[in-house]
């Protein structure tokens, strides 16, 4: 079974703290991974994609790969009451996306 | 304008009748898919569409059926709604020329069923 894990949170920090959200993977031959963010009642939208092992950063926002550990995360740097929103970890396989729960975010 | 367009954006139905939800697309992506999220459970993928003669069931497709009458248009009915379908669903689009695995959705349809 294909799957993603996150830890549904809520995970709650003060503003201007780092947030950091992981997230666990099922399938080591994945090679495209993401994030998106979720505000309550609204659409996803895709946030951070990376498909290498290291550090992807994008604003306030980096994203980490390690492959052999099937590990994903993403830190938010300088929390914003604005970044609080559902989080959600995906990975790709045969042309469709593995979604995680998600992980709800309060910034405050 | 947007570029996913999904109408429509709430609706409320009987048991038993029969619904239509549509999605529209001007991204030019020939990859659409249909999901439905519930509270607790994630996004599920419904029906997915790699063109317009490629659709694929997802992992809830029962109860389900899909049309793709375009490249732009990909319509997904309820042909007896019964109420454990009431969900927010969301259409997305993704493009495999550019980055296969990135998905761009629509503004959701809210559905409940009485």
């Known amino acids: 079974q294909k799957e993603v894990e996150q830890n549904s949170g809520p995970l709650s920090v003060p503003e201007g703290a780092i947030a950091s959200l992981n997230c666990t993977y099922s399938d080591r031959g994945s090679q495209s991974f993401f994030w998106y963010r979720q505000y309550s009642g609204k659409s996803p939208e895709l946030i951070m994609s990376?498909?290498?092992?290291g550090d992807k950063e994008d604003g306030r926002f980096t994203a980490q790969l390690n492959k052999a550990s099937q590990y994903v995360s993403l830190l938010i740097r300088d929390s914003q009451p604005s970044d609080s929103a559902t989080y959600l970890c995906?990975?790709?396989?045969?042309?469709?996306?593995?979604f995680g729960k998600g992980t709800k975010l309060s910034v405050k | 304008d947007a570029d996913v367009t999904q109408t429509p954006r709430n609706r409320i139905t009987k048991t038993g009748k029969r619904i239509m939800l549509e999605c529209s697309q001007t991204k030019g992506h020939d990859r659409m898919y249909w999901y439905r999220q519930d509270p607790g459970l994630g996004l599920r993928l419904i029906y997915y569409?790699?063109?317009?003669?490629?659709?694929n069931k997802g992992e809830i497709s029962d109860g389900y059926s899909v049309s793709r009458q375009a490249q732009a248009k990909f319509s997904l009915s309820l042909e007896s709604a019964i109420p454990n379908q009431t969900a927010l669903y969301f259409c997305?689009?993704?493009?495999?020329?550019?980055?296969?695995?990135?998905?761009?959705f629509g503004p959701g349809t809210r559905l409940t069923v009485t």
């Open positions: 990376i498909y290498s092992n």
């Open positions: 997305a689009t993704s493009d495999p020329l550019a980055a296969a695995y990135e998905q761009y």
């Open positions: 995906t990975w790709g396989s045969q042309g469709n996306l593995i």
């Open positions: 569409s790699f063109d317009v003669k490629d659709i």
